[in-house]
């Protein structure tokens, strides 16, 4: 089974440039270590019918994993659970273990429980709550067919609590078992139209590996690019060495076309 995935980030606030969408890079880079390959990244409006629609058709598509970020606070328009439910064909109701999370956090407080502060329990039937050790909003887990479905709250301090603390466990049963390697190169002297076809030519001659410029601007007057090689593979001695192969063999060939290697070195992201 693929184990491909979607993030989905839900507000107004991100479709009007108020608040910048960190959520998205920084699950990217947590899937891609836990063996997921991120197919798509969407940022929709805290809208029924568009996050009704996206859930329909990720389920449809059989796609493995689905992070949707955003819209599980009290207020009008957070409408992330109960659209889910609707998307899913369920009923919306109070999930008792969410409820005593929510409870305990807010009298801990000195809060009373109101009608909205309820709202925050209330999740598609048949979903698990995901404690929330930094805010009041559980997440929610459920799995629709094949596609393992993770509602988080949008406040990145609490969404990245959420996932390592509850949703990477899951994910870790699940994900491939690859090993993966990230080699850098830091180059000097050399323009990144004259670095393309070079890193072009180890694209395709190691068809699984990922490699990219990332130009840094000029010192001296002269450019300088950071060059991220990945790679990935099940056996961790022959990812490393073709990493090693790459990155060696890169930087030899920056080398000849004038330029000057600052520092190169390999990573690994996991396990």
């Avoid at 009007?16 to 998205?24: E, K, L, P, S, W």
């Avoid at 409408?79 to 899913?88: G, H």
């Avoid at 048949?126 to 629709?144: D, H, M, Q, R």
């Amino acid at each position: 089974m693929s184990c491909n995935a979607w993030i989905v980030s839900i507000g107004n606030e991100l479709l009007i440039g108020r608040i910048v969408n960190t959520n998205a890079a920084w699950l990217c880079r947590k899937l891609l270590i836990l063996g997921f390959s991120v197919k798509r990244v969407l940022t929709i409006p805290d809208s029924e019918e568009d996050i009704v629609e996206v859930v329909r058709e990720c389920v449809n598509r059989g796609v493995r994993v689905l992070i949707l970020t955003g819209g599980l606070g009290p207020t009008y328009d957070d409408i992330t659970s109960e659209s889910l439910a609707k998307a899913l064909g369920r009923g919306w109701e109070v999930n008792s273990e969410a409820y005593s999370m929510v409870v305990e956090k807010y009298r801990s407080r000195g809060f009373e429980i109101t009608n909205y502060r309820v709202k925050l329990a209330k999740m598609p039937l048949n979903s698990k709550p995901l404690p929330n050790p930094v805010g009041t909003a559980p997440g929610i887990f459920t799995i629709e067919g094949n596609t393992y479905i993770f509602a988080l709250p949008g406040i990145p301090s609490e969404m990245e609590a959420i996932f390592s603390g509850e949703v990477e466990k899951i994910l870790g049963e699940i994900g491939s078992k690859t090993y993966f390697l990230e080699g850098i190169i830091i180059v000097e002297g050399v323009p990144e139209s004259i670095a393309a076809p070079i890193i072009d030519k180890y694209m395709k001659k190691h068809g699984e590996a990922y490699i990219k410029s990332h130009p840094k601007g000029f010192e001296s007057s002269k450019p300088v690019l950071d060059i991220r090689v990945l790679v990935g593979g099940v056996n961790v001695g022959n990812a490393e060495a073709e990493c090693s192969e790459i990155v060696r063999e890169l930087s030899g060939e920056l080398v000849q076309n004038g330029g000057f290697i600052r520092s190169t070195s390999i990573q690994r992201l996991n396990h």
